[in-house]
């Protein structure tokens, strides 16, 4: 928690007036006994109304100060944690967009939307009641023993020895269960991750038929949360029964220390009943601290957790200023990988293994292989998603390191294999490419892409609404968007990363015919698992296991390439007779 306190700084004002009303009004409840006492002692024995309601207007006083003081500190109390939660909830989204995928991929995303919404939630709670009663229910409990010091000090040594005790008993229940609620949000990680997981594959869950299956692992997952939640909080339980037992017995020892003082004449009857409401007065306050207690608990591992997420630093850094030319050599290529290896965090093998290629400027490079043969890992390490383990990614002659984030996303678009759009217009989505991109440019992206006529036939073009994640569309006009999107931006180099998956034949050819027509030099790469995709293209990497059998064209790799002719072979069966078993195209 005290790591997160940077975010309080804004709202210091705040953080001090709510306890600081609070204390206020914790001297009129302590003075309450006092006026209590005196109207038994003076007024009642005395017969005086006078003086009853005397000290009756001044209980009415102090108890209208008292209630206004609480309603200032609970509005300050309030301004100060929503402000906070809202500076802590920008922080970590902020931070969580700084972060690598590497950083990306080990987190998750269901803890960081957990951390996110209902730990900083917690966490805003905690500051709310932290800021109101973390200072009232100790100045209660200690300024009632000093009360009590200042009526008889035989009766109020009862205070000093149960004041402590009752302290330990708290702060023991707070050691062991801080740990166990920690253990409880990350049960709750479990189960909004898999919340989320059943919420967006439902349609293959109904496709096989595993809705038994699913509730099932649901409900598993929700028990042990449960049952999670019930042990810690018998724990939490504890603090009430046995803080009422402890106050209890020295409200006992109170009464029987005083009964005999009043007996020898020490004290009167009033100071007898302003002890005993001294010590009420603990006890409300022991409920409402163990309410705190509670929450605080809940608080701090949720703090934790937040300040762990802050905690991760980027792997990684943009320089400043970019350090590449601002024009490249005339003889250097788009994109060169000079032995590039990778692998990614934890893996147990890289996922590329000493890659080396160019491609020139204006080239179209196809890229293909098997399932899990680094495809995509490749063209991630292009616009520097992750950064390569061994040997160097060049752009325009320059490596990518040297580029400042801006200046390398200025260079390149990408269009990933799942397609992602926006809540919003379609205008808005595609705007992404070129915030000042007027709607003449969006309709030939939109015609490059083959979107064109998708638009033309939503209700109001270009400003039809689409729906979170592009619900309201199928695969393939999602991907057409998608590519129109990247289109739109103009770049020099074009990353198509499987992204024509969902689209026909003859669309998939249109499109390509497009994208290879675009005028300026743009540089292109089409990752496929579809020769036809990529059997035009310039140049064809083909990549097994992460490293590469093979770069040329079409032809070129269909005389030289074993693994390449093995993939062509298996999408066109027929063409394997005619050239003979195992043998080469002619």
Known sequence: ????????????????????????????????????????????????????????????????????????????????????AANLRQAVFDHIQSLSFTELDTLGSDTMITRLTDDINQVQNGVNMGLRLLLRSPFVVFGAMIMAFTIDVKCALVYAVA?????????????????????????????????????????????????????????????????????????????????YVLINLAAVFVIDRAAVQVNIGSIAQGDVV??????????????????????????????????????????????????????????????????????????????????????????????????GSGKSTLVSLIPRFYDASAGGVYVDGANVRDYTREALCGKIAVVQQRAVLFQGSIRDNLKWGGENADDAALWDALTAAQAKDVVEGKPGGLDFRLEQNGRNLSGGQKQRLSIARALVKKPEILILD?????????????????????????????????????????????????????????????????????????????????CGKGGVQQ
């Not at 009303?21 to 003076?42: H, T």
């Not at 675009?518 to 995709?533: D, E, L, P």
């Open 1 to 84: 928690m005290r790591s997160l306190a940077v975010y309080l700084k804004s709202y210091t004002i705040e953080s001090i007036l709510a306890p600081l009303f609070k204390l206020l009004e914790v001297v009129f409840d302590l003075l309450v006994p006092i006026v209590v006492a005196r109207m038994i002692d003076v007024g009642i024995a005395n017969n005086d109304r006078r003086y009853i309601w005397g000290c009756f207007g001044v209980l009415l006083l102090m108890a209208a100060l008292g209630l206004l003081c609480s309603i200032t500190a609970q509005y300050f109390a309030a301004k100060a944690s929503v402000g906070f």
């Open 274 to 371: 302003a002890l005993y409401n001294y010590m009420l007065q603990i006890i409300v306050e022991l409920i409402k601290l163990a309410s705190l207690i509670i929450t605080l608990n809940k608080s701090v591992a949720c703090a934790g957790r937040v300040a762990g997420v802050l905690a991760v630093e980027p792997s990684m850094s943009y320089p400043a200023v970019s350090s590449a030319a601002d024009k490249p050599a005339p003889d250097s290529a788009a994109v060169r990988f000079d032995h590039v290896s990778f692998t990614y965090k934890n893996a147990g093998a890289p996922s590329l293994t000493d890659v080396s290629f160019a491609a020139a400027r204006g080239e179209t490079v196809g890229i293909i292989g098997g399932t």
């Open 498 to 578: 499987d992204s024509s998956s969902a689209l026909d034949f003859a669309t998939d050819a249109a499109l390509r015919k497009a994208i290879h027509a675009i005028s300026g030099g743009m540089t292109t790469f089409i990752v496929s698992q579809r020769i036809a995709c990529i059997r035009q293209a310039d140049k064809i990497l083909v990549l097994d296991n992460g490293a590469l059998a093979g770069a040329g064209t079409h032809d070129e790799l269909m005389r030289a390439c074993t693994v390449y002719r093995e993939i062509y072979f298996s999408q066109f069966p027929e063409e394997r007779a005619a």
């Open 163 to 243: 004041i402590p005790v009752l302290f330990a008993v708290v702060f023991a229940i707070m050691l062991v269960s801080i740990p166990l609620f920690k253990k409880v949000q990350a049960g709750l990680d479990r189960v909004t991750g898999m919340t989320r997981e059943n919420l967006t594959g439902v349609r293959v869950i109904r496709a096989f038929c595993r809705e038994e299956q699913s509730v099932e692992e649901f409900e598993q997952s929700n028990r042990e949360l449960t049952r999670l939640n019930e042990f810690v909080g018998r724990i939490s339980a504890l603090l009430n029964p046995v803080t």
